[in-house]
Structures are given as C-alpha cells and as structure tokens.
C-alpha cells in the first residue's frame, strides 16, 4: 500500500494515490488523465488571472486616499486597472455615473467632486490635460457617506445643472454632383462625439430618384449629459480616470464661458484657486485603455499629473 498523501494540491494527491503495482496500460491512461486535469486547471488559473483587478504601481497609487469608487460588475475600481474581460473595457465607456462614497464625509458639509482625465489625449503627450469628464457641486455629507451623489452637475451649458436630454447641432455641407455618402468614421473620433450610431443624417429634400440632392443637413445628436463615461482613444495607451473630493464650504462655484466651451484642455489648478478649493479631502483614479487596442496586464508608468496643490489626508 502506498504511504499517507500529504495535504498538497490535487495533482499531488492523484500521482501519490495511484503507486501501486499497476500495468502499462493502467500508468499510460492515468498519466494522460493527470495531463489532462493539469490542462484544465492551467487554463482556468489564466482565465482568471486574466479578469483579476490589478492594482495600480506605488507611483499612481499614491492618489488613492480615503475615496470610494463603483461601477456595475467591476464593483471597487479605486487604484485598480479595468481588466481585460467580459468586455469590461468596453461596458465602462457606456455606463452611467458610477457610485463614488466618501465614508469620512462630515454629514453638515458640503462638497465638490471632481473626475477628469489627465492623460488627453495620451499620457505620453497630454496636450489637453485635463479632460473634465464629471463635476457636482453641493453634494450634502451624508449622501456622500452612502455614496450617493446629489448636487448640481455641471457641464458646458452654462455651467449650469443639466439634466438627461439632447442636444441637437446642425452643419451644412455642399454637395455638388456627389452621393450621400460622408466619411463620419474619421470625423467622428476628432469631434469627442458618441458612437456614431446616434448620428442621423436628414436631407434637405426627399431625394429625387434620377438625382442626388445637391445639398443636405447634419444633425449631430450629441450627449450633453453631465457625466461623460471613459473612453481612451485608440491607440492611446492607459488613461488615468481620476476623482477628487473637495470641501465646498457654502461657496457658490460655477464654470466661466470659456470652461463652457469645451471639456478638454481644462485649467483645472485655476479652477481650484478662483474657489479656494486647494486641499482635496479625498482622491482615488483608476486605469483603462480604448477596448480594442491589445490587452495587457502591465500598469503603465508616468509621474505624477495631479493638481499642485498641497494635499492634506485626513
């Protein structure tokens, strides 16, 4: 009889189970049986290591203070990076805001968040840090405590609280002699807009069938709500998504015409100083990349693009 297995993994526990005398026949079938379940388990272990969350380097985890963040499935993504499965990298760009909880939040308070991408377009050459993808104002403390953000979201109109809706922009374009067709696939990564499924092209007049009309009408439906999801351009490598809670204090904040304007580009340091918001009471950032680029587990490096301000962690 053989000895006593020792506790071990299962292929341990199989080889030692079976020394005993056995024919040929027997050891050939079971060592292809043992190759096989060695298989099996090889390939779940990379599936998951595939999906598993992969904290950010020291460098950039250094941001991660006190601050919450979860988005469907993913659950906590703070100072993590998206991984590179069940389309996460792809779902993230069309989800909603995601649940951003502050625990340490004073329940009188009232307090500013802030999530903008630093690395636009690239974290290689970010020339236009920073992209503001959200910004609340008058968030109470104990809705931040339970995560759950109710303020005044503010966005290009105005600066002003938008709701869900849709704005429509129109371009004329002349066509002399030419067919409807428009190469929006190029035009449309340079202009930020959505997929270009929600973009309608309407003719000026119903199209004769012996002509083309020779002029028509864009209307570019663009999403002017005012969180706007993830999404890295291709090609671009690893974005940093980062989030920051500042202490408001009564103050009334609002965007200038010129930060209306656009969300890229953003003077964010001018931003905090004009409200004297210069010390955040917490941060977090987390990394993904355009869905479609290769995947890879290996977090980027870069230094340091947060606001220079001095940062106290409470």
Not at 26 to 50: I, P, Q, S, Y
Request: a positive charge; hydrophobic letters at 35%.
């Amino acid at each position: 009889m053989g000895r006593n297995p020792p506790a071990g993994d299962p292929a341990t526990l199989t080889l030692l189970l079976f020394q005993v005398p056995m024919g040929w026949a027997m050891r050939l079938a079971t060592a292809a049986l043992l190759l096989v379940l060695v298989a099996v388990v090889t390939g779940d272990e990379n599936k998951n290591d595939l999906c598993a969350h992969t904290a950010l380097l020291d460098e950039d985890a250094v941001l991660c203070q006190g601050l919450e963040v979860f988005y469907p499935e993913l659950g906590s993504i703070g100072c993590m990076i998206v991984p590179d499965c069940n389309d996460y990298r792809q779902k993230i760009t069309s989800w909603k805001e995601p649940i951003v909880k502050f625990p340490q939040a004073v329940d009188g308070a009232t307090y500013v968040l802030v999530m903008v991408d630093p690395d636009a377009p690239s974290r290689a050459e970010p020339r236009q840090r920073f992209w503001r993808h959200w910004l609340v104002t008058d968030i109470k403390g104990t809705d931040l405590k339970k995560g759950k953000i109710k303020g005044q979201e503010l966005s290009e109109e105005d600066g002003l609280l938008l709701r869900q809706e849709v704005h429509q922009y129109r371009l004329k374009r002349k066509q002399d002699n030419a067919s409807t067709h428009w190469p929006i696939k190029a035009w449309e990564p340079r202009q930020h807009l959505r997929p270009s499924s929600q973009l309608r092209v309407f003719p000026l007049r119903p199209p004769s069938p012996h002509r083309h009309p020779h002029q028509y009408v864009y209307f570019l439906n663009e999403d002017t709500e005012a969180y706007q999801a993830p999404s890295p351009p291709a090609h671009s490598g690893f974005h940093r998504y980062q989030f920051f809670i500042y202490l408001q204090e009564g103050k009334v904040i609002s965007l200038l015409p010129k930060e209306n304007k656009t969300r890229g580009s953003w003077k964010m340091d001018r931003f905090l100083n004009r409200f004297h918001l210069s010390e955040p009471e917490a941060s977090t950032q987390f990394m993904t990349q355009n869905y479609q680029d290769s995947p890879t587990l290996q977090a980027p490096r870069g230094g340091a693009s947060e606001p220079k301000h001095k940062r106290k962690w409470r």
